[in-house]
Each structure stands twice: as structure tokens, then as C-alpha cells.
């Protein structure tokens, strides 16, 4: 009760000024002859903006053979373009190319599987060395940080995700031109400087995110396990054979098919007003070039006929992690998919919390979510549990099970479903506080809908969930055979065997 009545007086608070017409008001929206989306919301609480560029193309559309190119690209982003980050761009351009043309005879080399000339790679490879030090001498580090930087912003981030590519920072009202110059010409004239020093970057990332990390490697192996044709089942962040020869042409290729306007919404949030911005937003990203919106996916994940498993035994912390194939975020029922994880997973009150945590105590942590690896495309609902010390993975699964088999026997309290609607409600609104959170906000939604206006509906869709379509969804959802587990099991590892001659 006491969580509820928070989100009730939040609610209350964010109301008056949070109303889809207060926001109608306030916000215009332009496409551009270009194809390029942006949006504008007035909110002049304080002398600042937020802005989100939302790229509709993320590592489920990296091309085969070449896993991890869209998170490259969003590193390549920050490097600059050919007026920023570079002493003599012309000379810069022509030495790129000279790097480019080494590196692909050293690769061509390096891939042959027989008849590799080990003296030949090793000639090939220093003339790349010596081509990518001499680009290098054109390059200003990090100017087109430390441009935004010294102009007051602030937030200066990225993120890959397996739906989208997404750029944001937050600036003082002032340096709206400025911004628009910047981020408008990233889009249209990026130049992939220190592309394969960047690679080692994330060749580094994967290393410590995934080969280092049990979790990462657990989850890895799981959407492996889960898909057989789309690319979700695919390393987001790359597969390591295919990070340490990608190249700055498949880089180049990648960004004329996705960077282009119509696959692009910007939203900007903060003390601007529309009159006036929109125009220095058309007069810069007006400029880039038009080109097709890219071809949607094809590929379709087939049915699951059967329950998939992955054990993993190691000297480490046990976990226990299951996932069902579920529709895409387009589905009728999506809202109800947000219920169940809402029942599972929010806070100390939840399902899976109060009877695996606090009752049985068998479990340190117990969750639900949904849409993962990604929404665009159908998804996984996934529960993972980690157990305490003399518990096991397999009690875990037992516990889990028991309470989807609730779920699907028996209807959910009156109170519990009007917790949901009262959090849902308050969860959307709260998001929206922040200039930064408003923005990304309006951006995915135009995105995902073609109308922003849609983040309001979605509450008339969780105001509709009944106790029924819970369970007719859990009827669905929660069957054996559209289920992949993956178990981290913890084994003592073999000690050395030591003889008169020494370590074995």
C-alpha cells in the first residue's frame, strides 16, 4: 500500500503539465524533404536542451560476416568529420585511402586458410603499420569532444542496442547552432579516421563484457541457444573472428545504407522554441544527402518445437536463466507482456522477489523482464534467479516454475493488477521529468509508431489489461516447449597435478 500511494501522489504531481494536450501544444514535428524526422518540444524551465538522434538500425542489422559493425559505428561517430578532427583533411583522405588499400591485401593474406605465406604477411602488415602512421599524424584527438565540451555540454554518450543506434548530450540554449552543426555533420560527413585503432577498443570491449565475464558469456550462449535464423540470436557486440577483421569500407558501406535520413527521428527538448529552431535545424540537417529507407528484415524465427538447454560448469557464481519466445511490441497484447513483468519483477513486493528471496530464501536475486534482446522484432521473456550459498540452479527452476503455474491457474489479485496500472501510469510520467528523458522518449516512439503521440495511448493499453488476458497470455507464453535455459553450475576446478618433475 505504501508503494502505491508514492506512485498515486506522484502521479497527482506530474499530471497537470504531463497531459498529451499540454504536450500538443509544445511540440512540432517536420519531416524533411530529405526523409530525416524532427521534434521539438518547448520546455523553458531552465536555459538548456537535451537531444536524442535516434538511428533505426542496430546490431541485428550488422551484415552476415560482419557481427558488431553497428556498435563500430557508433564509436566511429565521435571522431569527427572532414572539418573537425583533422589538420589537412585533403591529405588525411588520401592517406585513409592508402590504409584501406593495406590493409585489405594484408586481410586478403591473413584469411587464406591454405597456402598463407608467412613472410608475405609479415611485409604486408608492416606496409599497413606505416600506412596508418602516416594518416595519423593528420588526426586532432577527441576535437569533436572537446568542441561540445567547451560549448557547456554535457552527457556526451552513445549506446548499441540490437533495435537502434541512439546519440545524445545535453547544452546550454545558446549552442543550438553549434549542436546542430555538430551532430548534423557526424551524420552526413563522418570520416572513419583511426578505424582499426578504435577496433582493438572493442575487440577490448567483448574481451572484459563477455570472454571475462561468466554472464556474458552465459547470455551469449543462451540467445545462441534461443534463435536459429534471426539475428538476435547473434553477438550483439560481435563474435571475435569477425570484430578483428571487419574493415573501414564494411564501416563506410553500413553507414550509406542505414545513416540516411528517413531512417532517422531527432528530438530536441529544452528552452527552444519552435519558430526559431526549427529553421537552423532544416538549414543543417537539411543538408544531408536523401537516400532509401533500408529494406526491412526478412528473416522470421520459426516456431520452437522444443525446450532448448544450455548447462555451463565453471568455478563460478551459479545462475539460472529461461526465456519464451514472444511477439514484437507491435502485438495487441503487448501491455499485458509489461503486467507480468510488472508482477515479476518490480521492487520487494514482486512475485518472484517475495517467494524466492524473502519466503524460501533460496535466491539472493529474482527477476522477470520482457522484450529482450530486443522489441523491433519478436523477443524473448525472460526470468533469471541467482541462488545463495547451498542452494542450487535446479531448486531455482523448480521455485520459478511453481509461480508461473500460478499465473496461468489462477487470476492475479485486484490489488495487484490496480498496482500495475498505478505504476505503469507513474513509471511513464516519471520518465518524462528529465529534458533528456522526454526526448529519447519522443524519438522512439515516433519511431516505433510514426507518431509520438502514441507514448500517451499506451496508458488507455495497460488500463485495459484484465485479470483473464493475464492468464490467457501465461497459457501461451509459459509452455515447455518454447522455452531455452541456460544454468551456470559451479564445479571446483581440477588442481594441478604435481609429480617429481615438477607442475604437469
Known amino acids: 500500500m505504501k508503494a502505491a500511494l508514492v506512485a498515486v501522489v506522484l502521479l497527482a504531481g506530474f499530471a497537470p503539465a504531463q497531459d498529451l494536450a499540454s504536450f500538443e501544444k509544445r511540440t512540432t514535428v517536420k519531416v524533411l524533404p530529405n526523409g530525416l524526422t524532427l521534434i521539438v518540444c518547448e520546455r523553458p524551465e531552465a536555459p538548456v536542451f537535451s537531444f536524442y538522434t535516434l538511428v533505426d538500425a542496430g546490431s541485428a542489422n550488422d551484415p552476415d560476416g560482419a557481427s558488431g559493425l553497428a556498435h563500430m559505428f557508433e564509436h566511429m561517430a565521435f571522431k569527427g568529420t572532414n572539418e573537425i578532427g583533422t589538420t589537412n583533411y585533403t591529405a588525411e583522405k588520401a592517406a585513409l585511402e592508402k590504409v584501406e588499400q593495406a590493409y585489405a591485401a594484408y586481410n586478403l593474406e591473413q584469411r587464406k586458410l591454405v597456402g598463407q605465406d608467412p613472410a608475405k604477411l609479415s611485409q604486408l602488415k608492416a606496409v599497413f603499420d606505416a600506412a596508418a602512421k602516416d594518416a595519423q599524424q593528420y ?9 561540445a565540451e567547451k560549448n557547456g555540454a554535457v552527457g556526451l554518450n552513445a549506446s548499441t542496442s540490437e533495435d537502434k543506434t541512439d546519440y545524445f548530450w545535453s547544452m546550454p540554449s545558446n549552442r ?3 549542436w546542430a552543426y555538430l551532430e548534423s555533420g557526424r551524420i552526413a560527413e563522418p570520416v572513419l579516421r583511426e578505424f582499426y585503432k578504435e577496433r582493438d577498443v572493442v575487440q577490448e570491449e567483448r574481451r572484459m563484457r563477455i570472454d571475462s565475464a561468466p554472464i556474458g558469456r552465459m547470455v551469449e550462449q543462451f540467445l545462441a541457444a534461443a534463435y536459429t535464423a534471426h539475428p538476435y540470436g547473434r553477438s550483439g557486440v560481435g563474435w571475435e573472428s569477425e570484430i578483428s577483421q571487419v574493415t573501414a569500407t564494411e564501416a563506410e558501406n553500413f553507414h550509406k545504407k542505414y545513416y540516411v535520413p528517413a531512417n532517422i527521428v531527432v528530438a530536441v527538448v529544452g528552452d527552444v522554441k519552435a519558430a526559431d529552431t526549427m529553421p537552423v535545424l532544416e538549414k543543417y540537417f537539411g543538408r544531408i544527402p536523401a537516400g532509401p529507407k533500408p529494406p526491412e528484415m526478412t528473416t522470421v524465427e520459426p516456431k520452437q518445437f522444443a525446450e ?30 509489461d503486467a507480468i513483468t510488472d508482477l515479476f519483477s518490480n521492487g520487494r513486493t514482486a512475485r518472484l522477489y517475495r517467494s524466492l528471496v524473502r519466503d524460501q530464501k533460496i535466491a539472493a536475486a529474482a527477476a522477470g523482464f520482457s522484450g529482450f534482446p530486443g522489441e523491433k ?43 500495475f496500472k498505478t505504476r505503469a501510469r507513474a513509471d511513464l510520467l516519471r520518465g518524462l521529468a528529465s529534458n533528456q528523458g522526454l526526448a529519447q522518449q519522443l524519438a522512439d516512439y515516433q519511431t516505433r509508431y510514426g507518431d509520438w503521440r502514441q507514448l500517451f495511448r499506451q496508458l488507455e493499453a495497460y488500463d485495459k489489461v484484465s485479470k483473464a488476458d493475464i492468464r490467457r497470455i501465461a497459457n501461451q507464453l509459459f509452455v515447455d516447449s518454447n522455452r531455452t535455459s541456460t544454468t551456470i553450475e559451479f564445479v571446483r576446478p581440477t588442481p594441478a597435478v604435481v609429480s617429481k618433475g615438477g607442475a604437469q
Do not use: C, W
Request: hydrophobic share 35%.
Open 139 to 147: 588526426v586532432i584527438p577527441n576535437q569533436f569532444s572537446e568542441i
Open 176 to 178: 543550438l547552432e553549434l
Open 308 to 337: 532448448r538447454t544450455v548447462t555451463i560448469r565453471e568455478a563460478t557464481q551459479p545462475f539460472y536463466l529461461e526465456g519464451y519466445h514472444r511477439p514484437d511490441y507491435r502485438d495487441k497484447d503487448d501491455a499485458v507482456y
Open 377 to 419: 522484432y519478436p523477443g524473448l521473456f525472460a526470468v533469471y534467479a541467482v541462488p545463495v550459498p547451498g542452494k542450487t540452479p535446479a531448486q531455482l527452476r523448480d521455485a520459478i516454475h511453481k509461480e508461473l503455474d500460478r499465473l496461468k491457474n489462477e487470476d492475479v489479485s485486484d490489488a495487484e493488477l490496480a498496482m
